[in-house]
């Protein structure tokens, strides 16, 4: 097998991997070096977070099991620094050295950073990826006003975002329009009005000289003397392509790594695809020419016929709710074009083509851009428009007769280059009837989601009567399905399903061996309904959870024991010290859930590590109860009023193992000192005087939220009560992999106030949670006690897939 390896794991770079393994499964032994801590996620939608559309984890493209499924070494959190084009080897932060018979360079780009004084103060950021993201949420918590420099698309869209997180935005733009390089005069005036009437206040031309403040910036200063004040800026003035790493390689750099059609770069053996690249003199900024670049990518590494790349004409549109807008080609006149325009001021709606000897160059579209695909396919594939309508006139959305008159290779999805043909043959040959279906198979609306409407049209007129609307709509469990968790859940009761790949059988599911979203979810749920008689299906679990230890970025694993409630004794301080020094264990730590991690543990030699250890595992891996943290509490601290620890160890001796929708953590503190940071925990409990108050729905992780109030209670015997019936509440409504923060948003604080306060019901709810309870066994000593399990997933052959 020849090595491929990939520096950078981001949108265009696994994208080409995806289309390699489409061509060549076997083809090649991979690696890839990502430099942020997470799998491959869709970076266009960081704008959709800022403005509160989605979540970090809805925007993951390809999970951690997609790599381990794919046989995909991933080291995430580490960055190449050198290649050594002479030996074939890339050099990583860590000292990590990896040989390569391929070498793909896919590192994107970085925000470009105004070299101003005063550039590197807090509060100063670009808007690049999932840190920038949180950063701008965490300062819109604690500060009230942001700058951004840049009226370009990044910077209207974080503009947007901060908006959306309560805060008084500037937008600083050195040019007299906005979005001059898509937009004319014209269009960006009407873009600008509707800004402003959404709170948004301009700054036109006006240089930034300065970012004032000490260390955190509290303004900015213009050339022209004036000042504003800031708490937040954000540079959204352009990108930089990331070359840093051929540094001193001697791979040819212009203003990004310099390739051919074949996107092959100046030494061989070595390509560079997406924002890095540098192809026909043009570094693209956007994902469908990036992915057309992989495409081609793929077929060349993989030895096929590759078919040139010849560079791409793209277009642009705005992610910003209440803007619709629609640029490709030129934008300004000269003697040569002839414009085709409709301007219609009173309803905001502003089209204008750009003609020369008979073809389109230039599109602009403001507030009606149902032209955009025809005219862009119009466009790029230099149609004479001769004797063509070109602009619709009526204000729906595209119609039936439209859809039929649509060529067939028409684009549809502009970012994944899908066409209303490829859409059709999908629906057709696969009998896709859901949108999820159809993006799934074809990829169209996997990127920025706009052509969704275009695409749910096609499926409509594609099926005809057989089109269900409501159903095309639903969200199904995964691609392989067009059920609904609602539906399965039914499903499963209703037919008796007691088996992953029986539920997959009966349920005509398209994928019969499924897939790394559905698996787990329908063990999941099997396990929920079926209570103490479901055998669970081990190798449908999440990877971690299939090795009852988490896998660390390196391919090793971490072993993390229970100290119930974070109390320890001498002897097993004892036991974890002689084990960590006889295994090399390589790091020793206490983790944030009060317990102690043993990281760096080879995977055959986890099982022996568990029996010498023996003690429970705290399975810091799974979708189950993680810790639950105590404060000191009654027993020794002067304020406490309750004791805190004992209701820590017994919840935790309770509900240890549980299988849950996600991740739960509790957190009891005996007083509303909160030393355990119970409100920021899925539930928390804080002791007052006389009793105990319940909170739910905390996150303390990238989603932070605090804890809403579900009751008060006196005992700890209520306590219990309460937390049985609430987590068996979750586990029976939540869908899998649903935080109970997001559940609780989903279904409403009230709703569950309500459900609980029945007696009757809480009791039937913890009926069920205890019956279930009874089927759970310590899984480490599981595994000790049985060779077969030893033989199948700890003994020694190479893992692959990280975290
Ligand atoms: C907020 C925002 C909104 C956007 N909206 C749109 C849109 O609406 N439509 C559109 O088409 N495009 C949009 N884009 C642009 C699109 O996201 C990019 O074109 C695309 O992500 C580029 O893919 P890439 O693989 O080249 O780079 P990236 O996705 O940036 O991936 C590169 C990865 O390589 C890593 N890396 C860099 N150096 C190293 C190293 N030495 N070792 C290891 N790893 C390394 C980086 O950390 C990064 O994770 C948007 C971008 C942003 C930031
Ligand atoms: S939460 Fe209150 S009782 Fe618990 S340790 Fe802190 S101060 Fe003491």
């Known amino acids: 097998m020849k090595k491929l390896v990939m520096i950078g794991n981001g949108m265009a770079g696994v994208r080409t991997i995806e289309e390699i393994l489409k061509l060549s499964p076997e083809q090649f032994d991979i690696t890839i070096f990502g430099q942020e801590p997470y799998p491959n996620y869709n970076r266009i939608k960081l704008s959709n977070i ?38 074939k080897r890339v ?85 007299p329009h906005l979005m001059e390089r898509q937009l004319d005069p014209i269009a960006s005036s009407l873009l600008r009005a509707e800004l402003e009437a959404q709170g948004m206040n301009f700054l036109m031309e006006k240089e930034t000289v300065e970012i004032l403040g000490d260390e955190r910036v509290t303004g900015l200063r213009f050339k022209d003397g004036s000042e504003v004040e800031a708490d937040l800026v954000v540079m959204a003035i352009g990108i930089k392509s990331n070359t840093a790493v051929v540094k001193s390689s001697g791979i040819y750099v212009n203003r990004g790594i310099v390739v051919n059609d074949f996107m092959e770069t100046s030494i061989p053996n070595v390509y560079a695809v997406g924002e890095c690249a540098e192809h026909r003199e ?55 074009t002839k414009s085709i325009m409709v301007y219609n001021e009173y309803d905001g709606i502003y089209k204008r083509v750009l003609t020369r000897n008979n073809l389109i160059v230039g599109i602009v579209l403001y507030g009606d851009t149902k032209d955009s695909t025809k005219l862009f396919r119009m466009l790029t594939k230099k149609e004479d428009i001769s004797g063509v309508s070109i602009f619709q006139t009526e204000c729906s959305g595209r119609a039936s007769d439209d859809i039929a008159s649509m060529p067939n290779d028409e684009l549809v999805c502009g970012c994944n280059g899908v066409t209303k043909g490829a ?43 057989q089109f269900d609307s409501a159903a095309a709509q639903k969200t199904s469990i995964c691609g392989c399905t067009t059920i609904s968790r609602e539906e399965l859940v039914e499903e499963i009761k209703a037919k008796g399903l007691t088996g992953v790949k029986e539920v997959m059988n009966v349920l005509q599911w398209n994928n019969e061996e499924g897939c790394t979203k559905c698996r787990p979810a329908i063990n999941y749920y099997l396990g929920m309904i079926h209570m103490d008689e479901y055998k669970d299906d081990r190798d449908s679990r999440l990877v971690n959870e299939k090795m009852h230890a988490n896998i660390q970025k390196d391919g ?66 799974g979708k189950t109860l993680r810790t639950v943290k105590t404060c000191v509490g009654a027993q020794f601290c002067r304020y406490g009023t309750q004791d805190s620890m004992a209701l820590g160890i017994e919840l935790e001796k309770k509900f240890e193992r549980l299988d849950t929708p996600h991740k739960v953590k509790m957190g009891v503190s005996a007083c509303p000192r909160n030393c355990s940071e119970a409100g920021i925990k899925d539930i928390g409990f804080v002791g007052i005087d006389g009793g105990w108050e319940i909170y739910v729905a ?42 109970t923060s997001k559940w609780v948003e989903r279904v409403g604080l009230d709703h569950v106030k309500e459900v609980l306060a029945d007696e009757e019901t809480r009791k039937a709810l913890n009926e069920r949670m205890d019956q279930t309870l009874k089927k759970y066994i310590e899984p480490w000593n599981e595994a000790i006690q049985n060779e077969e399990i030893q033989d199948k997933y700890y003994a020694q052959h190479t893992i692959k897939g990280g975290e």
Request: overall charge negative; hydrophobic content about 40%.
């Open 423 to 465: 859409i059709v043959e999908a629906i057709q040959t696969q009998g896709l009837t859901t949108l999820d279906q159809v993006s799934y198979c074809t990829n169209a609306g996997r990127s920025c989601g706009r052509c969704k409407p275009m695409v749910s049209s096609i499926l409509a007129h594609t099926l005809g009567d």
């Open 282 to 336: 043009i570094v693209y900024g956007l994902v469908a020419p990036l992915y057309e670049q992989g495409k081609v990518l793929a077929e060349r590494i993989c030895g096929g016929e590759a078919k040139p790349y010849a560079g791409s004409v793209t277009g642009t549109q705005l992610k910003v709710a209440g803007v619709d807008l629609f640029s490709a080609g030129e934008i300004f006149e000269d003697g040569s």
């Open 50 to 87: 800022l403005q509160g559309d989605t979540n970090f984890d809805e925007i993951i493209i390809n999970p951690l099991d997609w790599y381990k499924e794919n046989n995909i070494q991933l080291f995430t959190g580490e960055t190449v620094v050198n290649i050594d084009v002479e030996a």
């Open 556 to 621: 090793t694993y971490s072993v993390v024991p229970r100290m119930y409630g974070g109390v320890t004794t001498a002897a097993d301080l004892k036991k974890i010290a002689e084990v960590a020094e006889k295994y090399n264990v390589p790091l020793v730590k206490l983790t944030g859930g009060q317990r102690i991690g043993l990281f760096g543990v080879k995977k055959e030699d986890l099982p022996a590590m568990w029996e010498e250890l023996d003690m429970p595992s705290g399975y810091a891996y």
């Open 698 to 739: 905390g996150n303390g992780g990238v989603d932070l939220r605090p804890g809403d109030l579900l009751c008060k209670v006196k005992t700890q015997e209520e306590v219990m009560e309460m937390t049985g019936a609430y987590l068996q509440y979750y586990r029976e409504t939540a869908n899998y992999l649903e935080r």
């Open 91 to 175: 050099i990583s932060d860590q000292g990590r050295e990896v040989e390569y018979d391929e070498l793909i360079i896919a590192t994107g780009s970085n925000s470009f950073i105004l070299p101003i004084p005063g550039a590197d103060k807090i509060g100063v950021t670009g808007f690049r990826d999932i840190q920038d993201c949180e950063m701008m949420i965490k300062s819109a918590e604690r500060y009230k006003k942001a700058v951004v420099i840049g009226g370009g698309l990044l910077g209207l869209e974080a503009a947007r975002g901060l908006l959306n997180l309560g805060m008084k935005v500037d937008v600083v733009h050195l040019m």
